[in-house]
């Protein structure tokens, strides 16, 4: 049901998507890692995905890197990799101002999203995302409902298309820190199919059991459970679902649990002299510094060619290092935009984080051993449909941001 | 205690060991993710293994690609890479003779064991392996101890320098397709140290039950549970104790658990036509055609420099694959013998493995979500002693087969 007659395809950004025939759920479940789900599946906790998968289609794609969230949030709203939607992690350097600059204002955004061109054409749209930071760049020029878990009880009909979302959803707002913020997006999700079927919703989740709880593990498998629950009740409304993620999760530790960080920016420093090169970690938060902040992704930016050509040397040469590129070599690889980069991209291993100085990490706060992402070993990503799949050459590369189009382009229609 | 006085170190393969103060086992745990240890810490169930890293050392590092159990195993027991020691894998094609030769037989080795040289040099050395199919190899040139669990009670003194084995260890032959096959070679390894007090023991067990179980689920726990007790009576007996891996262990499943197999024979028939490409798989072991036999490692022989061309780039074009590399360049990366390689060496990603043709890899029976290795993403290895460790640069790349190094010339020697 849309709310116009049109039946016309849209197209946004290149890309051209089927408008629905019936409601569509896209849910981004943060650092979910395939193994979560083989491993809830073979527990026996998640009927209803057994279900899902031996009827509709599990397939792997790749994540964009780094594989952080926001990045991918955007793609898959946007359809499109960051070197086109611009948004390539929490924030860059802008060198000729000499000052760290947060990409978390849609002012960075470079391309519409799918969501609001759908809304603009008359599709009923509504998004859920777990935490607030990325509520504005996700519901950017979006006429419809958007809200974030963590400030559900903030959202207005003007700036949110809806209000008073506790009541609705019939939960208290939960901490910022917990799994219930996962499961108010959920049980929104499941409130506002039932409340306004809209034509196209986003759910997306936070990364906290990820963070803490490796695949098979009874607390991974707890909330599995959850979400098990509450798609099937989406998939009884009838509506298409599509289930990715942002990006994997590895353990980032030793054996013995011990956090395997390489302090680059320490390490840059020892080489070339102190503040030659500037480290940024994408994944920070600056207006927060987070205990931790440590991901498998940093970008150096270098004062001339001859020193990056030597930090490019003496960084490969560290273990635990897994590809240092040129701004040139990671914006092709990548596809990310070269003017939000720096000289250098260096990814770390599936066991090995990046910080910048001891000093500037208070490991302190993990109370479990680390668990993170950011780098091409957390890049894959699952694939998961409640319908056959139709109209796909094996040969593709798929992408969690081709989400939308398989779910409008290429998922069945319920019969 | 060594049987002759001499307290020279011994030369072996361009490496110097000291003689042992203390009795040496090292421990080669197959397919231990580092992540197994670290959930089996977490569920608290490996007191001894918490006590033992919490007064020795905990390291990560590489093992060999082929990131398979021979390689690897002859690699920690000469000290070198395949390049040197010559076992890439359980075969490879002899072009010449257009036959698939077996590397399971001594006349491949190209450089002697650690473990033969320190019985020469008068050193009580004991190896235990969990299937017979490595003891060959691991006993070439010993004179000492060395049996499998497997066939403990085919062990004589004539051929394994000992008899009556499962007397000694007081538990039955164990099935070789079984975790007690590995609880089989610690048991054996606490009766020798009582027994017989060697200076240098080798024990090496099998991945039956990390090819099933994840990181931190009750089974996996219940393996390292068991391991844990025996180490704890090694220790006990004053042993300095190295603990590391073959390789590790990845899931290799798209999220519903069903395999992820590119069947690289028939992709090449497909592209050059058929017959034209030979893929062998170094995991596979041809006297019995496993269930399975799938693993991230392949490598291809071909007619000529421009077929080689053309697959290179059909394979890296493969969504799943992670590397195509010439014979050269996989050589000199992964310090393989180059004329026990094909044209072209072909790595999967961490959820794939490759096959040869779908017709020739029975899957039914895998009862439970395929878990393999052979890639890079196995590359990952625990090191783990009981004691510290100096003299160590904090730069080195430590590989599974310095475990021997680290054991002899760093670990601090008993107060």
Redesign the interface.
């Given at each position: 049901m849309m709310s116009t007659p049109s039946t016309e395809a849209i197209e946004v950004n290149g890309r051209r998507y089927a408008r629905p025939a019936a409601p569509v759920v896209v849910v981004c479940v943060d650092g979910?890692e395939?193994?979560?789900?083989?491993?809830a599946?073979?527990a026996g906790v998640v009927p209803y995905l057994e279900r899902m998968?031996a009827q509709g289609s599990?397939?792997?794609g790749d994540c964009v890197v780094p594989s952080f969230t926001n990045p991918n949030n955007i793609s898959i709203v946007t359809g499109v990799p960051p070197a086109v939607h611009g948004i390539s992690g929490n924030f860059f350097y802008d060198v000729e101002n000499g000052r760290e600059v947060m990409m978390n204002d849609p002012s960075y955004l470079r391309a519409p999203t799918l969501l609001a061109a759908f809304a603009t054409a008359g599709a009923r749209v509504a998004v859920v995302t777990a935490k607030d930071k990325l509520r504005t760049l996700l519901g950017h020029g979006l006429k419809g409902i958007c809200f974030s878990a963590e400030k559900a009880d903030q959202a207005t009909l003007a700036d949110g298309g809806i209000e008073q979302v506790p009541a609705l959803v019939r939960k208290p707002v939960p901490s910022v820190y917990s799994a219930d913020l996962s499961e108010f997006v959920f049980a929104a999700g499941v409130k506002l199919m039932q409340a306004h079927r809209p034509d196209l919703m986003y759910l997306s989740t936070t990364d906290y059991v990820q963070h803490k709880c490796?695949?098979?593990?009874a607390e991974a498998n707890a909330f599995y459970a959850m979400m098990d629950g509450y798609l099937a009740q989406l998939d009884a409304m009838g509506a298409v679902i599509g289930l990715t993620a942002d990006h994997g999760m590895s353990?980032k530790?030793?054996?013995?649990?011990?956090p395997?960080v390489i302090y680059l920016q320490q390490q840059l420093d020892a080489a070339l002299g102190e503040g030659r090169a500037r480290v940024i970690l994408p994944i920070t938060d600056p207006y927060v510094v987070h205990h931790g902040a440590l991901g498998s992704f940093a970008t150096v930016y270098l004062p001339d060619a001859r020193t990056t050509a030597s930090a490019q040397a003496a960084i490969a040469?560290?273990?635990?290092i897994e590809a240092v590129l040129s701004r040139e070599d990671a914006a092709h690889r990548f596809e990310l935009p070269p003017d939000r980069i720096g000289d250098l991209v260096v990814v770390s291993?599936?066991?090995?984080v990046i910080g910048t100085r001891a000093a500037l990490h208070d490991l302190s706060g993990l109370t479990?051993?680390l668990r993170s992402h950011g780098g091409v070993?957390e890049q894959?990503i699952?694939l998961?449909f409640n319908r056959p799949l139709r109209a796909l050459p094996p040969?593709?590369?798929?992408r969690n941001f081709d989400v939308f189009d398989l779910a409008l382009n290429h998922a069945e229609p319920p019969r």
């Open positions: 979910c395939p193994d979560y789900i083989t491993q599946i073979r998968l599990s397939l792997i490796a695949p098979g593990t353990p530790t030793d054996a013995g649990g011990q395997q040469a560290l273990p635990g291993d599936h066991l090995t479990v051993p070993s894959k699952p998961l040969t593709r590369r798929l």
